[in-house]
Structures are given as C-alpha cells and as structure tokens.
C-alpha cells in the first residue's frame, strides 16, 4: 500500500512492531540486508535501537560483513533469543 505522505514507499511486511518497507538503505524484498542497511533501517527491526544498530555497524564493519544471517550473533548484544525475532526478518548480500 502506497505510504500515508505520498512519498511512493509500500509496506511489504508487518512482522510484531516491525514495518518494513521496500526502497532504500539496505532494505530489499521486505527484508533488512544486515550488510548495508543504515541506522534508521536496522531500527525498524523490533527490540533494535539506536545503540544496537550502531554495534551491528561496527561489528560488520570490523569483519568485513556478514556471510549468514546467523553471523548476527556474533555482535556481543545479539543473542539467540534476540535472533529468533530477527531471522525473518532479515537477509545478507
């Protein structure tokens, strides 16, 4: 469905507090691409703030990216509990 502003972006995907919406900043096919998806894009991602966001930056930064989604746990502050609510949610390049 069109955005309420008229800026043209569609919600692909309502997942719990999650609304993903295809365009740019690292968002493809609904799902957010940990490899180079921004700040504002990883806070979208339900239980991610600001901080987190920044330490998945520096994190995929440090080692070069992300091979597997499941490599998201390998930032100190995501856990597999944490993960579970991701995974759908999002995707690697």
Known sequence: KPAADGGGAKVM????????????????????NINNADIASLCLLPGIGEATAMDIMEYREAAGGFSVIEDLMNVPVIKESRFSKLEDLICVD
Request: no cysteine.
């Open 13 to 32: 995907e309502e997942a719990g507090d999650a609304v993903l919406i295809d365009g740019e900043n690292g968002i493809i096919d609904g799902k957010i």
